[in-house]
């Protein structure tokens, strides 16, 4: 449907275009998300492997509205560090969900494109949901360790935890970045190849 590539299209800007989120981005990302939801609540939407990996990409955002309410909520009271720390981490999941989620569509869009009959038994509903999960499960934890090394940073602790914390979070930030970087450059070689191959000659 063309809303969902529209939406596809927004998300796409707002975080594989733009290197930082702002203020206008972020609220049409999420005006985006929750038409999104709605719409794939549809009958007229099929429910294929690309609408499940659409819907979870919609879902992310409320990662971002949890962190606006992170912020407001204390903001009434004085803002503590423990929100701000909060706040950050949730929108780190957020685009690091959205971010791997977005190049699973552009990948299955390559494999629809160039092989369509050979990748449909991998293009199942059953395994983009596993897709899904695993994609949540593992920012779930990268977050966790990184919200753990912010406390323990904060609290000047130290001992065996604080200094797991610390070696597992540093290569795993910088892994993040690198990986940021790759995913932006494979999805425009994707959307290239795909673009060319559509293109008449």
């Not at 985006?32 to 939801?37: K, P, V, W």
């Not at 869009?109 to 038994?121: Q, V």
Request: with cysteine; net charge positive.
């Amino acid at each position: 449907m063309k809303d969902l590539r529209r939406y596809l299209a927004l998300k796409y800007i707002q975080y594989l275009v733009l290197s930082s989120s702002n203020a206008i981005s972020t609220l049409l990302g999420l005006l985006g998300s929750a038409y999104t939801m709605i719409l794939l609540q549809s009958a007229k939407v099929s429910s294929k492997s690309t609408a499940v990996l659409i819907s979870s990409l919609a879902q992310a955002d409320i990662l971002v509205f949890l962190s606006l309410v992170s912020d407001l909520v204390p903001g009434s009271f004085g803002v503590s560090p423990a929100a701000s720390a909060l706040a950050r981490i949730l929108l780190t999941a957020n685009a690091h969900v959205s971010c791997v989620l977005l190049s699973c569509v552009a990948f299955e869009a390559y494999l629809i494109t160039f092989l369509p009959l050979e990748s449909r038994p991998l293009r199942t509903v059953r395994n983009a949901r596993l897709i899904s999960r695993v994609i949540w499960t593992l920012v779930a934890a990268e977050c966790a360790l990184f919200l753990m090394d912010d406390h323990l940073r904060d609290s000047s602790a130290s001992g065996l935890l604080f200094q797991i914390s610390s070696v597992a979070a540093a290569p795993l930030r910088s892994l993040s970045y690198i990986l940021g970087i790759l995913l932006r450059i494979i999805n425009v070689y994707i959307y290239y190849k795909i673009f060319f191959s559509m293109s008449p000659r």
